[in-house]
């Protein structure tokens, strides 16, 4: 069975940087899109960026644009979030996410999640 397995949280102070990488545990791994969504206290989980598997189109959330950077190592089944700039409102918990179906930011059309990792801001 395929796991999602993320890294790189941590805490940074504003204007800082962070990376997070995501990487799926399985050689055979069949995705469509993989995304980037994130989850503050008391907030509704939210999409942040995901990136098209075959071809490589990415979108971003108008609030990260310019700031954060997803890419890929597609042989070694990895995404990564460079994320540059971060303020106090980017703390989250960030999951990726892979869909099978579809290159979308729905959140409900992602069926495989990782288990998260913690980033966060301070002033």
């Known amino acids: 069975q395929v796991q999602l397995e993320e890294s790189g949280g941590g805490l940074v102070q504003a204007g800082g940087s962070v990376r997070l990488s995501c990487v799926a545990s399985a050689r055979s791994f069949h995705t469509v899109a993989m995304g980037w969504f994130r989850q503050a206290t008391g907030k509704d989980r939210e999409f942040v960026a995901n990136?098209?598997?075959?071809?490589?189109?990415?979108d971003y959330a108008d609030s990260v644009k310019g700031r954060f950077t997803m890419s890929r190592d597609y042989d070694k089944n990895t995404v990564f979030l460079e994320m540059n700039n971060l303020q106090p409102e980017d703390t989250a918990v960030y999951y990726c996410?892979?869909?099978?179906?579809?290159?979308?930011?729905?959140?409900?059309?992602?069926?495989?999640w990782g288990q998260g990792t913690q980033v966060t801001v301070s002033l």
């Open positions: 990136i098209r598997w075959s071809g490589g189109t990415i």
């Open positions: 996410a892979s869909s099978s179906s579809t290159y979308t930011r729905r959140i409900w059309s992602y069926e495989l």
